[in-house]
């Protein structure tokens, strides 16, 4: 040793790594940074901590692949109390055999000064080409009054593109919160362990970290055709326009009034009025109703090819059961298949009791998406939280939007449509 009581021949190898132009290239290196000191001779079970690090080091060390550059540095192995007690055992690139025998000849004794190993760590991977990583395992924090996670800010400040990893083994809360911290600076990860087989699974997972390839960033989605409004109608005119065509007309049962259209129900339906317009794209339609459901009474937002075929999304008093429910129903080619929630067990929807009929007309927030040739329906009570009801398929395109009501064979309520908008991609 030299007068100062440090290894010449490691300072050395750690000053020239330190200032060396030489560019070194490799699939990976990382550093490995042993605590040695003094509380790594305490026990854990019936062995030291510095046993069950050595251990499971150098089963990590046997396991790395050889296209892995490899260091070992640790703090606190030579004397006490001496915050400059920090060296470089084995510099990165050392052979598996000369690491595994810096790894058996640690002794621990001294401080922790984790700030001037961050700093000699970063020095010794500066001039590294790849991807680069301190690994540092520890039973503390710091003791020498330096700030361990302003050093790793330092180097990343300093545009070096390393990661640090930190295990911190057998620690206190307060202990990790340090630790933590300098795997937060130093974009890694915090792995914690109480004993030698978390020692050995979180060593395994720092492994994962530092010799996987660097995970591929997903391409973005490509950006989807902006949407646009299509349609849009809060009816606020005296009549429908040339817009729409009124299937089974009644003018007894239909109206425009007070910036709505109402649509008186009948049995069987009259007055589906639909838009002219036909959509080839795919849409989101979205309409507001107001309705009071008793038994039989049924409206919705409509997808019309014809009379035989077509949806229908919207809310009903169901016979017999005294309830209400959303319904998303389709007729096609004659044959009829109806979705709707389990009466029994869906009683709410948002913070609509649905047990009963309605005794007050309500509003009900009703949508159809296309995407494709499926149909997905929806009911919501706000407009904001919805209950997706289901999905048709239907294969025929040249559907209209509509609206309708029916009573079926009950009691003839009116329901009232407004805000009707259709957005979508032509």
């Given at each position: 040793?030299?007068?100062?009581?440090?290894?010449?021949?490691?300072?050395?190898?750690?000053?020239?790594?330190?200032?060396?132009?030489?560019?070194?290239?490799?699939?990976?290196?990382?550093?490995?940074?042993?605590?040695?000191?003094?509380?790594?001779?305490?026990?854990?079970?019936?062995?030291?901590?510095?046993?069950?690090?050595?251990?499971?080091?150098?089963?990590?060390?046997?396991?790395?692949?050889?296209?892995?550059?490899?260091?070992?540095?640790?703090?606190?192995?030579?004397?006490?109390?001496?915050?400059?007690?920090?060296?470089?055992?084995?510099?990165?690139?050392?052979?598996?055999?000369?690491?595994?025998?810096?790894?058996?000849?640690?002794?621990?004794?001294?401080?922790?000064?984790?700030?001037?190993?961050?700093?000699?760590?970063?020095?010794?991977?500066?001039?590294?080409?790849?991807?680069?990583?301190?690994?540092?395992?520890?039973?503390?924090?710091?003791?020498?009054?330096?700030?361990?996670?302003?050093?790793?800010?330092?180097?990343?400040?300093?545009?070096?593109?390393?990661?640090?990893?930190?295990?911190?083994?057998?620690?206190?809360?307060?202990?990790?919160?340090?630790?933590?911290?300098?795997?937060?600076?130093?974009?890694?990860?915090?792995?914690?362990?109480?004993?030698?087989?978390?020692?050995?699974?979180?060593?395994?997972?720092?492994?994962?970290?530092?010799?996987?390839?660097?995970?591929?960033?997903?391409?973005?989605?490509?950006?989807?055709?902006?949407?646009?409004?299509?349609?849009?109608?809060?009816?606020?005119?005296?009549?429908?326009?040339?817009?729409?065509?009124?299937?089974?007309?009644?003018?007894?049962?239909?109206?425009?009034?007070?910036?709505?259209?109402?649509?008186v129900a009948a049995n069987p339906p009259k007055n589906i009025v639909l838009h002219k317009k036909t959509l080839a794209g795919d849409f989101i339609a979205t309409v507001t109703m107001n309705m009071q459901?008793?038994?039989?009474?049924?409206g919705g937002l409509y997808y019309w090819l014809d009379s035989e075929n077509y949806l229908s999304i919207g809310v009903h008093g169901q016979c017999c059961t005294d309830r209400r429910f959303p319904s998303?129903?389709?007729?096609?080619?004659?044959?009829?298949?109806?979705?709707?929630?389990?009466?029994?067990?869906?009683?709410?929807?948002?913070?609509?009791?649905?047990?009963?009929?309605?005794?007050?007309?309500?509003?009900?927030?009703?949508?159809?998406?296309?995407?494709?040739?499926?149909?997905?329906?929806?009911?919501?009570?706000?407009?904001?939280?919805?209950?997706?009801?289901?999905?048709?398929?239907?294969?025929?395109?040249?559907?209209?939007?509509?609206?309708?009501?029916?009573?079926?064979?009950?009691?003839?309520?009116?329901?009232?449509?407004?805000?009707?908008?259709?957005?979508?991609?032509?």
């Amino acid at each position: 040793m030299g007068a100062n009581g440090r290894r010449p021949g490691l300072w050395s190898v750690g000053l020239l790594l330190a200032w060396s132009t030489t560019v070194i290239a490799a699939d990976a290196s990382v550093l490995f940074v042993l605590d040695g000191s003094g509380s790594m001779q305490a026990k854990i079970g019936d062995k030291r901590k510095i046993e069950v690090a050595r251990t499971v080091m150098s089963n990590l060390v046997k396991s790395l692949p050889a296209n892995v550059r490899i260091g070992l540095e640790t703090y606190g192995r030579n004397r006490k109390d001496d915050c400059k007690d920090i060296e470089v055992l084995a510099p990165v690139g050392s052979d598996h055999t000369t690491v595994l025998k810096a790894v058996n000849a640690l002794d621990p004794k001294g401080s922790t000064p984790l700030t001037g190993a961050i700093r000699l760590a970063s020095s010794q991977l500066r001039e590294v080409e790849g991807r680069a990583s301190v690994v540092i395992v520890s039973d503390g924090k710091e003791t020498c009054e330096g700030d361990p996670c302003a050093a790793v800010r330092e180097a990343i400040a300093q545009g070096m593109k390393l990661q640090f990893h930190v295990v911190g083994f057998d620690v206190t809360a307060d202990e990790a919160e340090q630790l933590k911290c300098i795997a937060k600076e130093g974009k890694g990860k915090y792995f914690a362990a109480t004993n030698a087989e978390e020692l050995g699974t979180a060593l395994a997972q720092v492994k994962e970290e530092v010799v996987a390839p660097p995970k591929k960033e997903a391409p973005p989605p490509p950006s989807p055709a902006k949407k646009q409004t299509l349609m849009e109608d809060t009816f606020e005119r005296a009549d429908l326009g040339a817009d729409y065509e009124v299937v089974e007309s009644d003018t007894n049962r239909l109206a425009l009034d007070s910036g709505k259209l109402l649509i008186v129900a009948a049995n069987p339906p009259k007055n589906i009025v639909l838009h002219k317009k036909t959509l080839a794209g795919d849409f989101i339609a979205t309409v507001t109703m107001n309705m009071q459901l008793t038994e039989r009474n049924r409206g919705g937002l409509y997808y019309w090819l014809d009379s035989e075929n077509y949806l229908s999304i919207g809310v009903h008093g169901q016979c017999c059961t005294d309830r209400r429910f959303p319904s998303f129903y389709k007729r096609i080619s004659g044959q009829e298949n109806d979705i709707e929630p389990d009466q029994y067990k869906v009683t709410t929807l948002g913070s609509r009791e649905l047990k009963n009929f309605a005794t007050t007309p309500e509003v009900w927030y009703l949508q159809l998406e296309r995407t494709g040739l499926k149909y997905t329906g929806r009911v919501s009570v706000d407009g904001a939280k919805w209950m997706d009801i289901g999905t048709h398929t239907i294969v025929q395109k040249n559907g209209r939007l509509g609206f309708g009501a029916s009573s079926g064979g009950g009691v003839e309520n009116p329901a009232e449509f407004d805000d009707f908008v259709v957005q979508g991609t032509q």
